[in-house]
Protein backbone atom coordinates (compact mmCIF):
# COMPACT_ATOMS: atom_id res chain seq x y z
CA UNK A 1 0.00 0.00 0.00
CA UNK A 2 1.06 3.92 -1.03
CA UNK A 3 0.07 6.61 0.83
CA UNK A 4 0.80 10.30 0.00
CA UNK A 5 0.24 13.38 1.78
CA UNK A 6 0.66 15.80 -0.62
CA UNK A 7 0.30 19.84 0.79
CA UNK A 8 1.94 23.03 0.69
CA UNK A 9 5.38 23.77 2.51
CA UNK A 10 4.15 24.73 5.99
CA UNK A 11 0.99 22.78 6.07
CA UNK A 12 1.75 20.04 8.88
CA UNK A 13 3.29 17.65 6.46
CA UNK A 14 6.46 16.51 8.83
CA UNK A 15 3.54 16.48 11.81
CA UNK A 16 1.74 14.40 10.34
CA UNK A 17 3.69 11.64 9.32
CA UNK A 18 5.84 11.92 12.80
CA UNK A 19 2.44 11.41 14.77
CA UNK A 20 1.56 8.37 11.48
CA UNK A 21 4.97 6.36 12.48
CA UNK A 22 4.58 6.91 16.34
CA UNK A 23 1.17 5.53 16.29
CA UNK A 24 2.69 2.74 14.18
CA UNK A 25 4.99 1.66 16.19
CA UNK A 26 2.71 0.93 19.02
CA UNK A 27 -0.15 -0.47 16.88
CA UNK A 28 2.04 -2.60 14.30
CA UNK A 29 3.80 -5.70 15.07
CA UNK A 30 6.31 -5.07 12.12
CA UNK A 31 9.22 -2.74 12.13
CA UNK A 32 8.75 1.06 11.48
CA UNK A 33 11.16 2.64 9.31
CA UNK A 34 11.54 6.64 8.80
CA UNK A 35 13.48 8.39 6.42
CA UNK A 36 14.40 11.97 6.09
CA UNK A 37 16.87 14.40 4.23
CA UNK A 38 18.28 16.00 7.95
CA UNK A 39 18.12 15.39 11.32
CA UNK A 40 16.11 17.44 12.22
CA UNK A 41 12.99 15.35 13.40
CA UNK A 42 14.62 12.84 15.06
CA UNK A 43 13.87 12.97 18.46
CA UNK A 44 10.08 13.38 17.92
CA UNK A 45 10.17 10.01 16.60
CA UNK A 46 9.64 6.97 19.41
CA UNK A 47 12.94 5.30 20.01
CA UNK A 48 11.82 2.22 18.13
CA UNK A 49 11.77 3.49 15.10
CA UNK A 50 14.50 3.04 13.07
CA UNK A 51 15.58 6.62 11.95
CA UNK A 52 17.24 6.64 8.81
CA UNK A 53 19.43 9.97 7.55
CA UNK A 54 19.08 9.91 3.82
CA UNK A 55 21.86 12.42 2.86
CA UNK A 56 25.01 10.38 4.57
CA UNK A 57 24.21 8.52 2.20
CA UNK A 58 25.13 10.43 -1.44
CA UNK A 59 21.82 9.37 -3.15
CA UNK A 60 21.85 11.10 -6.37
CA UNK A 61 18.59 10.15 -7.99
CA UNK A 62 15.63 8.15 -7.99
CA UNK A 63 17.25 4.97 -9.24
CA UNK A 64 19.94 4.80 -6.44
CA UNK A 65 17.24 5.85 -4.14
CA UNK A 66 14.94 2.73 -4.84
CA UNK A 67 18.51 0.41 -4.70
CA UNK A 68 18.91 2.27 -1.29
CA UNK A 69 15.03 1.15 0.09
CA UNK A 70 15.56 -2.61 -1.75
CA UNK A 71 18.89 -2.72 0.57
CA UNK A 72 16.98 -2.02 3.76
CA UNK A 73 13.96 -4.13 3.23
CA UNK A 74 16.57 -6.90 2.37
CA UNK A 75 18.27 -6.37 5.60
CA UNK A 76 15.37 -6.87 7.96
CA UNK A 77 11.91 -8.61 6.45
CA UNK A 78 9.76 -7.56 9.70
CA UNK A 79 9.47 -3.97 7.82
CA UNK A 80 6.19 -3.25 7.90
CA UNK A 81 6.00 0.41 7.15
CA UNK A 82 8.05 2.29 5.66
CA UNK A 83 8.16 6.83 6.18
CA UNK A 84 9.77 8.78 3.82
CA UNK A 85 9.37 12.55 4.39
CA UNK A 86 10.07 15.21 2.07
CA UNK A 87 10.40 12.40 -0.94
CA UNK A 88 11.38 15.51 -3.18
CA UNK A 89 13.69 16.50 -1.28
CA UNK A 90 15.97 13.44 -0.51
CA UNK A 91 16.59 13.01 -4.78
CA UNK A 92 15.93 15.03 -8.08
CA UNK A 93 12.46 16.50 -8.67
CA UNK A 94 12.04 14.86 -12.02
CA UNK A 95 8.50 13.77 -12.57
CA UNK A 96 9.05 11.36 -14.77
CA UNK A 97 11.89 9.33 -12.64
CA UNK A 98 9.26 10.06 -9.83
CA UNK A 99 6.46 8.00 -11.40
CA UNK A 100 8.84 5.72 -12.63
CA UNK A 101 10.44 5.66 -8.96
CA UNK A 102 6.55 4.91 -7.36
CA UNK A 103 5.67 2.10 -9.81
CA UNK A 104 8.52 0.77 -8.76
CA UNK A 105 8.05 1.33 -4.88
CA UNK A 106 4.38 -0.40 -5.87
CA UNK A 107 5.46 -3.33 -7.16
CA UNK A 108 7.93 -4.21 -3.60
CA UNK A 109 5.27 -2.92 -1.38
CA UNK A 110 3.07 -5.43 -2.60
CA UNK A 111 5.74 -7.97 -2.89
CA UNK A 112 7.07 -7.98 0.59
CA UNK A 113 3.91 -6.01 2.38
CA UNK A 114 5.53 -3.08 3.34
CA UNK A 115 3.38 0.07 3.48
CA UNK A 116 4.85 3.19 2.19
CA UNK A 117 4.09 6.35 3.23
CA UNK A 118 5.48 9.56 1.27
CA UNK A 119 5.17 13.68 2.14
CA UNK A 120 5.43 15.73 -1.46
CA UNK A 121 5.23 19.38 -1.79
CA UNK A 122 2.76 20.66 -4.04
CA UNK A 123 -0.86 21.63 -4.45
CA UNK A 124 -2.91 18.47 -4.05
CA UNK A 125 -5.18 19.41 -6.66
CA UNK A 126 -2.59 19.92 -9.04
CA UNK A 127 -0.81 16.79 -8.24
CA UNK A 128 -0.09 14.16 -11.80
CA UNK A 129 -2.78 11.76 -12.10
CA UNK A 130 -0.11 9.09 -11.46
CA UNK A 131 -0.41 10.44 -8.02
CA UNK A 132 -3.90 10.93 -7.29
CA UNK A 133 -4.70 7.52 -6.41
CA UNK A 134 -2.50 7.73 -3.72
CA UNK A 135 -3.35 11.00 -2.00
CA UNK A 136 -4.83 10.48 1.54
CA UNK A 137 -6.59 13.06 3.44
CA UNK A 138 -4.01 14.84 6.60
CA UNK A 139 -6.73 15.29 9.09
Do not use: W
Request: net charge negative.
Amino acid sequence: MIKVIMGQRGTGKSKKIIELANQAVKEDLGDIVYINSNNRHMYELDHNIRFVNVSEFAIADYCMFYGFICGIISEDFDISQIYIDGITRISDNDSDSFEKFLKDIVKISNKFNVTFTFTVSGEPEQAPPYLKEYLCTVS
